[in-house]
């Protein structure tokens, strides 16, 4: 079945313990991006990549990494996680840019990540 | 930078009417995409739309892009409650890769 797997789903930590989230297509998709999700104010791109080895910033990238070392894998990385980052996480996969044609998002299954 | 702006925030209506939420952003669009994300589920594509004045329709669904390509609206003939959950458009003013989402329109369907 096509989709894009994210873990986990729900996540508590503390102060400065840094987390991984993983994310994982098998679409074969060229496009990745992480979206975080807040109430009141939709989603917002966190970081994309285009391409293997290619990622660049979204909307509101402080305090987040990310790496695209292979095509399908694409997790996102908080070094020293702080309670402003408590919210809901999705991945999201295209098959190429999303705004070209037949290309839409599919999104993962979201992360809910609470930071005390 | 680019803004995408969506009205109304929340719409509660009665099973049978008619909704609608509209979709404005800051510069011209190269398409408008529509999601709909379930309560507790993740966003869901529904349409795309390219060209100038374009109007889709998908059942009781209809989608409509301005003719600026600066806006656009989802209309909802005769509203039921498999149509509860939050409407996203997501915008992106030139093949930037940097889909820019509304802030959502939550529906709530009252039987």
């Known amino acids: 079945e096509a989709q894009v797997t994210q873990n986990p789903r729900y996540l508590i930590t503390v102060t400065g313990k840094k987390l991984t989230v993983t994310c994982s297509q098998n679409m074969n998709h060229e496009y990745m991006s992480w979206y975080r999700q807040d109430p009141g104010l939709g989603l917002r791109q966190i970081y994309y990549?285009?391409?293997?080895?290619?990622?660049d910033k979204g909307d509101v990238p402080e305090g987040y990494k990310v790496s695209r070392k292979e095509k399908r894998n694409f997790p996102l990385i908080l070094e020293s996680p702080s309670p402003n980052q408590t919210s809901l996480y999705f991945c999201?996969?295209?098959?190429?840019?999303?705004?070209?044609?037949?290309?839409?998002?599919?999104f993962g299954n979201g992360t809910r990540l609470t930071v005390t | 930078g680019q803004q995408v702006m969506q009205i109304p925030q929340y719409q509660h209506v009665q099973e049978g009417e008619d909704f609608t939420t509209y979709c404005n952003s800051s510069?011209?669009?190269?398409?408008i995409q529509w999601y709909k994300q379930r309560p507790g589920g993740h966003p869901v594509f529904l349409i795309q739309l390219v060209k100038s004045g374009e109007v889709k329709k998908q059942k009781r669904l209809t989608f409509q892009f301005g003719e600026a390509k600066k806006n656009s609206s989802l209309h909802i003939t005769a509203t039921q409650t498999t149509d509860v959950g939050t409407y996203f458009c997501?915008?992106?003013?030139?093949?930037?890769?940097?889909?820019?989402f509304g802030q959502g329109t939550t529906l709530q369907v009252k039987p």
């Open positions: 990549s285009m391409n293997v080895e290619v990622t």
């Open positions: 999201a996969s295209s098959r190429s840019h999303p705004s070209s044609y037949n290309s839409p998002l599919h």
């Open positions: 510069t011209t669009l190269s398409n």
């Open positions: 997501a915008g992106d003013s030139g093949n930037t890769g940097k889909l820019i």
